[in-house]
């Protein structure tokens, strides 16, 4: 039977929009295409409509080759090394600017001295980060109400849409499946299509009773969603945030051990494992004083 993907996650996501509470200081968790940030490497076998969009500029199977070349590349790193890695395109604006730090740390002879010169900044951009994050939970905080009525409303057109748009694809055979599935990707290419190709692949949709229909309204569902767009907008931005605290912490922590510091990069390192398990940065200062004895 032929699946399809819907791009959305009604439940889940309303769920989201009733306790914005729960992004405080944490990951955020709910993913509106409905993958839960995972990269989809079944991509082949769902049926996917809103997958590109008129300006798309490659198939989806390129862009997954190309995001697990890249997860190969860094396998193994440490930290620091990822970092430098990384293209820093891919990176959010304090990124890059702990990776000019790490780079810079990095060339140094003298580890300990370079500790000491680039201390203070990197300080800075581990508050940087935290800030951030501190001040996209607030606007989630505050948008989140009245985003909800519009958000409902687009989230239920598309799980409408798709769950027709399910029944029809059911009706297929299980031999025409993967070549209906890329007639639907690229009819989703939308004005990159020529008019020509355009008729034809509708032809071919139109071949199963009611799948053009059922396409062109689940489509429409979610290429016009505005609401659900910048929620989904501004759960990444949260996410991504949350990811830098970490990453940032967990980068500095081995700076500090490079540059001898052990007590802090110790503290760096719980307080970036803290945040990835939702507990309060002051217990990890509370633990670290209680430690205190132990380690003369």
Request: no cysteine; aromatic share 4%; proline share 5%.
């Amino acid at each position: 039977m032929l699946k399809l993907e819907t791009t959305d996650s009604s439940d889940q996501a309303k769920e989201t929009l009733d306790s914005s509470s729960k992004f405080q200081d944490q990951y955020v968790q709910t993913n509106l295409s409905g993958d839960s940030g995972k990269s989809d490497k079944s991509a082949g076998k769902v049926l996917k409509v809103a997958d590109a969009g008129p300006g798309a500029e490659a198939p989806e199977a390129e862009a997954t080759e190309k995001e697990e070349s890249a997860e190969q590349q860094t396998q193994g790193d440490d930290p620091i090394n990822a970092l430098l890695k990384a293209d820093p395109e891919s990176l959010s604006k304090n990124m890059r600017s702990l990776q000019g730090l790490v780079e810079n740390f990095a060339k140094a002879d003298d580890r300990p001295k370079a500790l000491e010169q680039y201390r203070g900044a990197i300080d800075k951009n581990i508050k940087q980060n935290d800030d951030d994050f501190q001040a996209l939970n607030e606007k989630w905080k505050t948008e989140a109400p009245l985003l909800k009525p519009k958000f409902e409303a687009e989230a239920k057109r598309i799980g409408e849409t798709q769950e027709v748009l399910n029944k029809v694809a059911s009706t297929i055979p299980e031999a025409e499946q993967p070549r209906m599935k890329e007639i639907v990707h690229l009819w989703s290419r939308g004005d990159k299509n020529s008019p020509e190709l355009k008729s034809a692949l509708e032809k071919e949709l139109g071949q199963t009773p009611g799948l053009l229909k059922a396409v062109k309204d689940s489509y429409a569902a979610n290429t016009q969603a505005p609401t659900v767009e910048k929620v989904q907008e501004m759960q990444t931005a949260i996410a991504q945030a949350a990811e830098d605290r970490v990453a940032s912490r967990m980068i500095y922590a081995e700076l500090l051990a490079a540059g001898g510091d052990e007590p802090a990069a110790k503290r760096m390192m719980m307080q970036g494992m803290a945040i990835q398990m939702d507990v309060p940065l002051e217990q990890v200062e509370e633990l670290m004083k209680r430690q205190q004895p132990k380690d003369k």
